[in-house]
């Protein structure tokens, strides 16, 4: 139990976790993003104030240090599709395709260049000396991905240990909770038929195990009053067996050392088939009891009149006494 109760407690820690960490691996993912895309915006402003016009028709960036001041790379397209400015740390390589006709929007988007290097960029119309371009502009993202991936190994070598601490943990506070119910298991298996009268340890009466012992020790106390009433009965049983049986042999005893007539032999033999009759009604009326607990017999209630009852069982006991005396036969003054 204690090694079910620690799997159970671990698959739920570990479900617990394992949202715990999807969770902040998403929340700082957005958060890092949010902050990449204020970043975006900060830049793209600065861009839009370097940008300038040259006297060709192209874009150049202005300024004292001209695209040096900047930390993102810059594509701008004109809106019939020309390309008129590109960072040279781009390489050649392009942020996006020509601008699709129509009005133009500005967007959020992330791109991978051909060497891998991941990028965020923004899009935005803009106008340079009256003229409408398309400006992209654009960040890397290794250093949101570098965070990321930093937290995510954490989390992952991280929270296994962690599992393996709180495993530990828990089968040990679980062998501690249940040590109590390991001694009652331990003094209930040396309850026997003879000493039903001891109970088990209730160390603390007001938590679960507390509980559990007393309702234990409720029903030892229901078995012992069992086992009292079977004993009970049982002597009843066998003081009233017994008496006939007495009576039977000492009527045959009387008979068969006194050598008595042909009358006497028909008493003894009618006192010993009243007895009969008595042990029959007995053993019938042993049975019936024990189908009717065994739920065999169908029980009808009834109304009864106890005063009735009592006259009866008055004359039957009266009718008893002169069928005890009958049975020693023949009377002593005979048999002197």
């Known amino acids: 139990m204690r090694t079910r109760l620690t799997l159970w407690y671990v698959a739920i820690l570990s479900g617990v976790l394992a949202l715990y960490a999807g969770s902040s691996l998403l929340f700082l993912r957005v958060s890092l993003r949010r902050e990449l895309d204020r970043n975006l915006r900060e830049e793209f402003e600065r861009v839009e104030d370097l940008l300038t016009a040259a006297p060709d028709g192209s874009i150049r960036m202005g300024g004292h240090g001209g695209e040096g001041e900047l930390e993102a790379v810059v594509e701008v397209w004109s809106t019939d599709g020309k390309l008129l400015y590109r960072s040279e740390g781009l390489g050649g390589q392009a942020l996006g395709g020509p601008p699709m006709a129509g009005p133009i929007e500005s967007a959020f988007s992330s791109v991978a260049l051909h060497d891998g290097t991941p990028l965020r960029v923004l899009s935005r119309p803009h106008e340079v000396m009256g003229r409408s371009v398309l400006v992209r502009v654009a960040l890397s993202e290794d250093s949101v991905h570098g965070e990321w991936r930093r937290l995510a190994l954490g989390l992952l070598f991280g929270l296994p240990v962690a599992l393996a601490i709180a495993g530990l943990s828990g089968h040990w506070l679980a062998r501690r909770a249940l040590a109590p119910l390991d001694r009652m298991a331990r003094h209930a298996e040396r309850l026997t038929a003879d000493n039903l009268d ?139």
């Open 198 to 336: 001891e109970r088990l340890p209730v160390e603390n009466p007001d938590d679960e195990l507390g509980h559990l012992a007393r309702v234990f020790n409720l029903s030892l106390g229901k078995i012992e009053e069992s086992f009292a009433q079977l004993r009970r009965f049982t002597a009843d049983v066998s003081h009233e067996l017994r008496t006939p049986l007495t009576a039977i042999r000492s009527v045959g005893e009387v008979g068969l050392g006194d050598h008595p007539s042909e009358q006497g032999y028909r008493e003894i033999i009618g006192s010993i088939l009243e007895e009969a009759d008595h042990l029959t009604l007995l053993v019938d009326t042993l049975l019936s009891l024990s189908r009717a607990d065994a739920d065999e017999v169908p029980l009808h209630r009834e109304g009864i009149d106890l005063l009735a009852l009592a006259r009866e069982v008055t004359a039957h006991l009266g009718e008893s006494s002169p069928r005890k005396r009958r049975s020693h036969w023949p009377p002593r003054e005979a048999r002197r």
